[in-house]
């Protein structure tokens, strides 16, 4: 695990607060992204677990939602929090699943922090099952992330968040296929594919 962002992240973790004004916005492109009843959704980089009531409100009962962090301390928020989903601190560049384990993989306000991109790639084609979908999502362009990053002190300020149409060759490289790109000043989506047919 990469120690000087886990510690940023954990001497964080107390005072990390989210806008709850961006819940619907959120929601929205959830829906969007296609999970349905009993879905198996992975949420990477879940910090204090923003996305859990609103993934197990689409996933249902018949769902598993697990959330991942490598900030034991942002996970232990999560996990006070409740929401009947799993929380696992475990590095996006070394998941600790089986194979074929989730339908939908989601990454929202976390890519750039992840410092092996194509190890990570790799990681969540590995636990996606054959036609499962991947999810990375950001309330802005990657422009505006990366001058936001420049400006905080500490290991953040070099965190990267490359073009959707860069990130679309990175996904390529890894075989998966790019369902849909959409950059712009209030939105970065990247939806991407893995091949076969799923199961379900």
């Known amino acids: 695990m990469p120690t000087a962002h886990r510690n940023y992240f954990n ?4 005072t990390w607060s989210v806008n709850p004004e961006e819940d619907e916005w959120i929601l929205a492109h959830l ?10 959704v992975l949420d990477v ?23 991942t962090d ?17 929380h696992v601190c475990s590095d996006a560049c070394c998941l600790a699943y089986k194979s074929a384990s989730f ?15 194509i190890v990570a790639l790799r990681e969540i084609h590995r636990v996606l099952r054959p036609g499962g979908r991947l999810l990375i999502l950001h309330t802005c362009c990657s422009r505006q ?3 936001f990053h420049a400006q905080l002190n500490g290991v953040v300020a ?25 950059e712009n000043p209030k ?6 594919r893995k091949p076969g047919e799923s199961a379900g």
């Open 158 to 182: 070099q965190d990267h968040l490359p073009r959707a149409q860069e990130l679309e060759k990175l996904l390529r490289r890894i075989s998966f296929n790019v369902v849909k790109i959409n």
């Open 103 to 117: 339908d939908k993989v989601i990454c929202f306000s976390t890519f750039p922090h992840i410092l092996s991109p």
């Open 145 to 147: 992330l990366n001058e």
């Open 70 to 86: 490598f900030a034991e301390h942002m996970l232990r928020r999560a996990r006070r929090a409740g929401n009947a989903c799993d």
């Open 11 to 14: 001497q964080l973790a107390p």
């Open 45 to 67: 980089g879940c910090g204090t677990g923003r996305l859990a009531p609103l993934l197990r409100c689409l996933t249902g009962h018949g769902g598993l939602v697990v959330g």
């Open 187 to 192: 939105e970065y989506r990247v939806e991407a």
């Open 31 to 40: 829906k969007a992204f296609g999970i349905v009843p009993d879905d198996r």
